[in-house]
């Protein structure tokens, strides 16, 4: 091991490439001794291990769409796993399976909003694809926040330590992405950034009832006291705009 992986960080893709490939020749061989079918949590580490890989050598690859293929492979390995796990049984591993899902989606609609920004005028399949990345991003983030409420369906009023900063922080994103989404429909405009809105005013709202909240998710709290004061200056310009 020591003679295929350097002691110094790799500072390029190829350097981090060459660091990757070692790694994911041990995943592989892992991934053979720990089939599914009798190591279950083993086997499913092992994947989010393969998937720790991908996202870390994504981070040295400069252009965008290669990046963006990258995160796709660690969807491809993670989302089987996802839907086929029982939740009476892997809970905890459903719920970060679910996680990481939402942030990988999360990571690729980034890229293609980034992909976008450099076209003159975003053509119909880039919009497409932003939506629908928007879309799964949110899927995943509702579905862990679901794993959360009760039996009777009912969202937590105060979140357990292990699960306040990914809670937080899946409400944050969601609100996020409701704002990201692209449509020529007024009416829809308005809707999504009222959904926006919702989710910013949950996380404030919490904090203010939870002070012992706010270190675990500063940043994004600050973010969303802006965004719960300007959201609805927007709104109404929007409102007016329509009505003109």
């Known amino acids: ?49 393969h998937s720790a890989l991908f996202k870390v050598l994504a981070f040295f690859e400069e252009d965008y769409e290669r990046r963006c293929k990258m995160h796709k492979r660690r969807v491809d390995m993670l989302e089987p796993i996802c839907v086929d796990l029982n939740p009476q049984y892997f809970l905890l591993l459903r719920r970060q399976l679910q996680f990481e899902l939402a942030d990988t989606y999360y990571e690729m609609m980034d890229l293609k909003v980034a992909i976008g920004n450099r076209q003159e005028e975003l053509d119909s399949h880039t919009v497409k694809k932003i939506n629908s990345l928007a879309q799964l991003a949110i899927k995943y983030y509702e579905l862990f926040l679901d794993s959360l409420r009760s039996p009777d369906k009912v969202f937590p009023e ?87």
Not at 23 to 46: L, P
Request: with cysteine.
């Open 158 to 244: 105060t979140l357990e330590e292990d699960v306040l900063r990914p809670a937080m922080v899946a409400k944050f994103h969601i609100a996020r992405l409701y704002g990201k989404l692209i449509t020529s429909d007024g009416l829809k405009q308005l809707e999504n950034m009222q959904t926006s809105l919702e989710y910013y005013t949950f996380l404030v709202e919490y904090c203010e009832k939870h002070a012992d909240a706010v270190p675990a998710i500063e940043t994004e709290l600050e973010l969303s006291k802006e965004m719960v004061v300007l959201l609805p200056t927007r709104m109404e310009r929007l409102r007016a705009k329509l009505s003109s």
């Open 1 to 49: 091991m020591e003679e295929k992986v350097s002691c110094v960080f790799p500072l390029d893709f190829q350097e981090a490439r060459e660091i990757f490939l070692v790694g994911q020749n041990y995943v592989s061989e892992a991934k053979e001794f720990f089939q599914v079918d009798g190591y279950v949590t083993d086997h499913i580490e092992i994947v989010q291990d």
